[in-house]
């Protein structure tokens, strides 16, 4: 008896497709792993710089307030103004103007372990227009990476405001 002849069958290449669409989605997996890595890493060291800044405008909040009860202090209060406080107006934190840059040695002497700034923090103290016992001390610090633009806008890095408000009593 004869057996019949087989023909070959014909090989689809299904598998190669499926291999192929595979490698695709891993691929696509892994490259949104590293980026969320990456973004990751990129919130946690804006976070730290954000809190260097933090640190910076409360050490310039600390050297105001000391200064305000210093015999022999240096720190001038500028007047009250009830309709533009001083610390309002953004030449008065320009060179040369109304704000009063804290000593490198300052900073120094409070954390030994504190990374200086490019830019040192500034503070200004104002009389409030409720009366002369009351003082509106304002103070900015900035982040290692901060930099300016000529105008003196913020081109880089974190700035942060900080106030408080002092009462002396006689």
């Given at each position: 008896?004869r057996?019949p002849?087989?023909?070959?069958s014909?090989?689809?290449?299904?598998?190669?497709?499926?291999?192929?669409?595979?490698?695709?989605?891993?691929?696509?997996?892994?490259?949104?792993?590293?980026?969320?890595?990456?973004?990751?890493?990129?919130?946690?060291?804006?976070?730290?710089?954000?809190?260097?800044?933090?640190?910076?405008?409360?050490?310039?909040?600390?050297?105001?307030?000391?200064?305000?009860?210093d015999?022999?202090?240096?720190?001038?209060?500028?007047?009250?103004?009830?309709?533009?406080p001083a610390w309002?107006?953004?030449?008065?934190?320009?060179?040369g103007?109304?704000?009063?840059t804290?000593?490198?040695?300052?900073?120094?002497?409070?954390?030994?372990?504190?990374?200086?700034?490019?830019?040192?923090p500034?503070?200004?103290a104002?009389?409030?227009?409720?009366?002369?016992?009351?003082?509106?001390?304002t103070?900015?610090?900035?982040?290692?990476?901060?930099?300016?633009?000529?105008?003196?806008?913020?081109?880089?890095?974190?700035v942060?405001?900080?106030?408080?408000?002092?009462s002396?009593?006689?």
């Amino acid at each position: 008896m004869r057996r019949p002849l087989q023909t070959p069958s014909r090989q689809q290449g299904i598998t190669l497709l499926v291999v192929m669409v595979m490698l695709v989605v891993i691929g696509l997996v892994s490259v949104s792993a590293m980026r969320r890595a990456a973004n990751a890493d990129l919130v946690a060291n804006n976070s730290r710089l954000e809190q260097l800044a933090k640190q910076a405008a409360e050490a310039g909040l600390r050297y105001c307030e000391a200064q305000l009860i210093d015999p022999a202090k240096t720190l001038v209060v500028q007047a009250a103004n009830p309709t533009t406080p001083a610390w309002n107006t953004f030449s008065n934190w320009q060179s040369g103007g109304k704000a009063t840059t804290i000593p490198e040695a300052y900073l120094k002497s409070t954390d030994k372990a504190m990374a200086l700034p490019r830019q040192l923090p500034q503070c200004m103290a104002e009389y409030s227009p409720l009366g002369n016992n009351v003082i509106i001390v304002t103070a900015r610090g900035f982040s290692p990476d901060y930099t300016a633009r000529n105008n003196g806008e913020t081109q880089s890095g974190s700035v942060i405001w900080l106030q408080s408000i002092v009462s002396l009593q006689s």
